[in-house]
């Protein structure tokens, strides 16, 4: 089952902030959260595993609720190389197996 | 540096002209996997190789095959490509296991089919 990402995009400028949602129906085993820039391949940024769990480098940093069943991506004081597409990649359970479900992706566009 | 790499970035081929696809790995990783990719879409598993297990998704098309013969190559056969098949080819790997661990994808193979 697709996870849920909103928005499907967002025009920023410089140092401004963003969020991209990625929310599912049922609880997740985990999500992890990639960047892609046009024409070239999705870039891991992070996983996250544990209900209630929040991490984060740098000015990037994500959230997974208690419920496993909602995540955010948070971007801060963002920069013009962090346009692209953001997917959220959900693993169902019953167990890891490593098969991730995309989302339909968020556009991020930064401009000067 | 270590790597997931597609060869080649560019495919042209005729409708119905059978094409193979190839990724290579220097991450030693146990999992790949393929992706399909259409235009301002997200990518869609097609399959994905444990070691030497394969493992089809139940939507995808009998058209497309896989073979890993080692643990560093893994080729995508597309039979009798149709035009809906055009599309970025996205192949990934990830290793310990599948515990936890990101994916690390390569730059994919753009499928153009005349």
């Known amino acids: 089952q697709q996870p849920v990402q909103s928005p499907q995009a967002v025009i920023l400028r410089e140092g401004e902030d963003a969020v991209i949602n990625c929310s599912s129906s049922k609880a997740l085993y985990s999500v992890h959260w990639y960047r892609q820039k046009h024409g070239e391949a999705p870039v891991f940024l992070m996983i996250l595993l544990k209900g209630g769990e929040q991490k984060g480098h740098d000015k990037i940093s994500a959230s997974f609720n208690e419920k496993k069943q909602q995540s955010s991506l948070y971007l801060t004081a963002s920069q013009l190389s962090y346009s692209g597409t953001y997917f959220c990649g959900t693993e169902p359970p019953p167990s890891n197996t490593g098969k991730l479900i995309f989302g339909q992706g968020t556009t991020l566009q930064v401009k000067p | 540096d270590a790597m997931v790499i597609q060869n080649p970035r560019y495919q042209v081929t005729q409708f119905g002209k059978p094409v193979t696809l190839s990724c290579s790995q220097t991450?030693?990783?146990?999992?790949m996997y393929w992706y399909q990719q259409k235009s301002s879409q997200a990518p869609k598993l097609l399959f994905h190789?444990?070691?030497?297990?394969?493992?089809n998704e139940a939507d995808t098309p009998d058209n497309f095959q896989s073979r890993r013969p080692n643990t560093s190559f893994c080729f995508l056969d597309i039979r009798s490509p149709g035009l809906g098949d055009a599309a970025m080819y996205l192949c990934a790997t990830s290793g310990g296991g599948v515990n936890n661990q990101p994916q690390h994808f390569g730059d994919g193979t753009r499928l153009s089919i005349l």
């Open positions: 991450l030693n990783h146990n999992v």
């Open positions: 190789y444990y070691d030497k297990d394969f493992n």
